[in-house]
């Protein structure tokens, strides 16, 4: 996996580079001091954005990441409440979390017991 290959989606790159903000990062990953799975954790965060949050919340992060709106921004222009904006954002962030950190578990037992170099 290469970074070309994901270079060209604007909303993947505009997300938070987790070894600088690590809101996306799955909490696993957090306490590593280490990145070496930079590439893998962002072919899971683009898998995440297609296929673990709502049509909504994918909006909204859209919005807050790639747009860099604020929350109240973001409010009016859907028109909804700025509390409703904070919940969507932070169950989109949470779910993409887990499906991250799901992914790069079953990618790494998958690596330790089927790529080995022996």
């Known amino acids: ?31 590593r001091t ?14 995440a954005m297609k296929h673990c949050i709502t049509p909504e919340q994918k909006s909204i992060i859209e919005m807050h990441y ?13 028109n909804i409440k700025p509390s409703t904006v904070t919940k969507k954002l932070q169950s989109g962030e949470a779910a993409i979390r887990e499906y991250t950190a799901i992914y790069i578990e079953i ?5 330790k017991n089927f790529l080995r170099e022996d």
């Open 1 to 31: 996996m290469t970074n070309e290959i994901l270079a060209g989606d604007k909303l993947l790159n505009s997300l938070p580079d987790p070894t600088i903000d690590p809101r996306l990062l799955p909490h696993s990953m957090r306490i």
């Open 107 to 111: 990618y790494e037992m998958f690596e």
């Open 34 to 47: 280490s990145y070496n799975r930079f590439d893998l954790y962002r072919f899971a965060l683009k898998e």
């Open 66 to 78: 790639l747009k860099g709106k604020k929350r109240i921004e973001i409010a009016k222009e859907l």
